[in-house]
């Protein structure tokens, strides 16, 4: 199994209160997801780095900032949470490489609640 | 734009009984395609990918999928299911980001429930 932890696994925080969920590696690659998972949606990409300090949008970025000042950590933050926000959140890693690199290996979820 | 279809949202099967797993893409460039398999509470795991070559693919656990390029289909099959294949499972197609980056492409995704 790749080595890719998130934390934490389980939060219950209230409307308007900032988050910040974590994603370690040890696989030392260079490319790193943030996804939401959402009955009925599969998987959405919420933002993605593609090396340190370098990041970009996804297809449901609103409401999310992410940062990267190691390869090994990407933390995504919630500024102010709201219950749309409510999902269960897995990062994802992938090597470089022209075909590689579409090979994805997920962490094992962050399931947040907003109340 | 690529985009993936699953066809079926729940898939009721007994044990040992065959099983498909319907997935259709929309692309107009040549893709990658992968299947992956989520057990509850967990992440996701690959199970078996199709970069060029052989049509058909062979996955973990005696899963195999077949690449349809006219069909545009990538179905995934399983001659004898177990209780333990009792999962979630999402196709996914390669796709480019804006800024030129490789992306995956999920469809919503198939429970499949295993029943004795």
């Known amino acids: 199994d790749a080595g890719i932890t998130q934390s934490p696994r389980h939060k219950v925080t209230e409307t308007g209160t900032p988050v910040t969920l974590r994603c370690h590696q040890t696989?030392?690659?260079?490319?790193m997801y943030w996804y939401r998972q959402d009955p009925g949606h599969g998987l959405r990409l919420i933002h993605y780095?593609?090396?340190?300090?370098?990041?970009d949008k996804g297809e449901v970025s609103d409401g999310y900032s992410v940062s990267r000042s190691k390869t090994e950590d990407f933390l995504l933050t919630l500024e102010s949470a709201t219950s749309s926000q409510t999902s269960v959140y897995f990062c994802?890693?992938?090597?470089?490489?022209?075909?590689?690199?579409?090979?994805?290996?997920f962490g094992p979820g962050t399931r947040l609640t907003v109340t | 734009a690529q985009s993936v279809t699953q066809l079926d949202s729940q898939v009721p099967v007994f044990e040992e009984a065959p099983v498909e797993l319907r997935c259709n893409y929309s692309?107009?460039?040549?893709?990658?395609l992968f299947w992956y398999v989520q057990y509850p509470n967990q992440g996701l795991q690959l199970l078996l990918k199709?970069?060029?070559?052989?049509?058909l693919v062979k996955g973990i656990n005696g899963f195999e999928a077949e690449f349809n390029k006219s069909q545009t289909s990538f179905h995934l099959r399983k001659p004898s299911v177990h209780i333990s294949d009792t999962a979630e499972y999402f196709c996914?197609?390669?796709?480019?980001?804006?800024?030129?980056?490789?992306?995956?492409?999920f469809g919503a995704g198939t429970r499949l429930a295993v029943h004795p």
């Open positions: 994802a890693i992938s090597e470089s490489g022209q075909r590689s690199s579409y090979e994805q290996y």
């Open positions: 696989e030392n690659h260079r490319y």
């Open positions: 780095s593609y090396g340190v300090k370098d990041t």
């Open positions: 692309s107009s460039v040549s893709v990658y």
């Open positions: 199709y970069l060029s070559g052989s049509t």
């Open positions: 996914a197609v390669s796709g480019r980001l804006s800024g030129g980056y490789n992306k995956l492409i």
